[in-house]
């Protein structure tokens, strides 16, 4: 329950953290996600070629969006 993944209007971006049917309400992270060192928070980042998005320990990069 780290990030997640959304497609808007043919753009890709990430959030930190996930909607809980159970209380209705968006939980974040423990760890946070970031995007190029920038903090993706609930309202989240746009995701490009190249970037560096890290969750909590781990460290991806995005190869092609």
Do not use: Y
């Not at 997640?4 to 946070?32: A, M, V, Y």
């Amino acid at each position: 329950q780290h990030a997640t993944l959304e497609r808007h209007q043919h753009k890709w971006f990430i959030r930190d953290g996930q909607w809980q049917e159970k209380s209705g309400k968006w939980e974040k992270s423990k760890n946070g996600t970031f995007v190029n060192g920038l903090e993706a928070g609930p309202w989240g980042l746009p995701l490009h070629t190249g970037g560096i998005i890290t969750i909590g320990n781990t460290t991806l990069k995005a190869i092609a969006f």
